[in-house]
Nanobody, 122 residues
Framework: QVQLVESGGGLVQAGGSLTLSCVGS????????MGWYRQAPGKQRELVAT???????NYADSVKGRFTISRDNAKNTVYLQMNSLKPEDTGVYYC????????????????WGQGTQVTVSS
């Protein structure tokens, strides 16, 4: 079984910063792509940022220049540094990962964390 556990959410004033972490655990060979998604009340879940195992990143236009995604492959951990936070960044942030369970198979399963709440007050 594979688990993704997020941490680091909370309440912050507009203009402030937060850093989210997500640790993958369980029995697997390697974690491929990792990413962060968010869901605001009444809205669909949306992509925030992704990062490949080699470190290539992709960001939603709304967070470019403010958020930075990074990862530590040795720790199976992905981070999201969020600066200059805005009220519209409020939502539940979910970690996502493509996990390759077996060294002899290129197939990967997709997993989600349970989410961590980020609230930005104006």
């Amino acid at each position: 079984q594979v688990q993704l556990v997020e941490s680091g959410g909370g309440l912050v004033q507009a203009g402030g910063s937060l850093t989210l972490s997500c640790v993958g655990s369980g029995s697997f060979f390697r974690i491929n792509n990792m990413g962060w998604y968010r869901q605001a009340p009444g809205k669909q879940r949306e992509l925030v940022a992704t990062i490949t195992s080699g470190g290539r990143t992709n960001y939603a236009d709304s967070v470019k220049g403010r958020f930075t995604i990074s990862r530590d492959n040795a720790k199976n951990t992905v981070y999201l540094q969020m600066n200059s936070l805005k009220p519209e960044d409020t939502g539940v942030y979910y970690c996502n990962a493509d996990v390759r369970k077996r060294s002899w198979s290129a197939y990967s399963d997709n997993y989600w964390g349970q989410g961590t709440q980020v609230t930005v007050s104006s």
